[in-house]
């Protein structure tokens, strides 16, 4: 239990990081937004559901983890590019 906890930790926390951050962001600049941006994360979360395991059937699980490996590059991008003053 403790190499589970071990292993999962470091991942649910850099996976869960950046929902808070982003929307602490847009309420310091656009409060209006923030309605939207939920929206938008839990339609993309049924989105990339569906898209994951249509990836993984055609293409496999290491393409899948590439892709959203990917997609958290980018978005960790776009916040970094988001943050600065």
């Keep these: 239990m403790l190499i589970a906890v071990a292993l999962l930790v470091p991942m649910g926390v850099a996976l869960g990081v950046p929902m808070p951050t982003g929307l602490r962001l847009l309420n310091a600049r656009a409060p209006h937004m923030v309605a939207w941006a939920w929206g938008i994360n839990g339609a993309m979360s049924v989105l990339g559901?569906?898209?994951?395991?249509?990836?993984?059937?055609?293409?496999?699980?290491?393409?899948?983890?590439?892709?959203?490996?990917?997609?958290?590059?980018?978005?960790?991008?776009?916040?970094?590019v988001a943050a600065k003053p």
């Design 49 to 80: 559901a569906t898209l994951a395991i249509f990836i993984a059937m055609n293409w496999g699980f290491q393409v899948t983890l590439m892709t959203a490996s990917s997609t958290y590059l980018v978005g960790m991008v776009a916040l970094l």
